[in-house]
């Protein structure tokens, strides 16, 4: 297990049923929320860190995701935990990802 592996996981999992309603909305439109750096924070994060990441999960799996940050990881291992969401995605491709200004999008490709 990595060293922060696991440390956003609550975060992820206060905001996990708005995700799920966000990606199944990535049928009709690209999707996005405003997450605050201050939450980052509190769960450990460097103030001058990079969040950004970028990941896709197609037909349910996570591809680029072991190189990517522990952020990154822990959000699929809510996502995958979930199995609403699992279900869901196990037929979707969406590119998942985050920018410095903390707006996490969800893009059908």
């Known amino acids: 297990m990595l060293r922060d592996e696991g440390k956003y996981s ?3 999992m206060k905001y996990a049923a708005v ?38 999960l197609i037909n349910g799996r996570a591809l680029n995701i072991v190189s990517s940050t522990a952020i990154a990881r822990d959000l699929w291992r809510v996502l995958d935990n979930n199995s609403a969401t699992k ?23």
């Open 10 to 12: 609550h975060l992820w």
């Open 19 to 56: 995700i799920h309603v966000l990606l199944k909305k990535t049928e009709n439109e690209n999707q996005k929320l405003q997450l605050y750096k201050h939450e980052f924070e509190n769960f450990g994060h460097r103030q001058n860190a990079s969040i950004a990441f970028s990941f896709d």
């Open 87 to 109: 279900n869901f995605l196990k037929e979707r491709s969406i590119k998942v990802s985050i920018d410095k200004s903390y707006e996490l999008q969800f893009e059908k490709l």
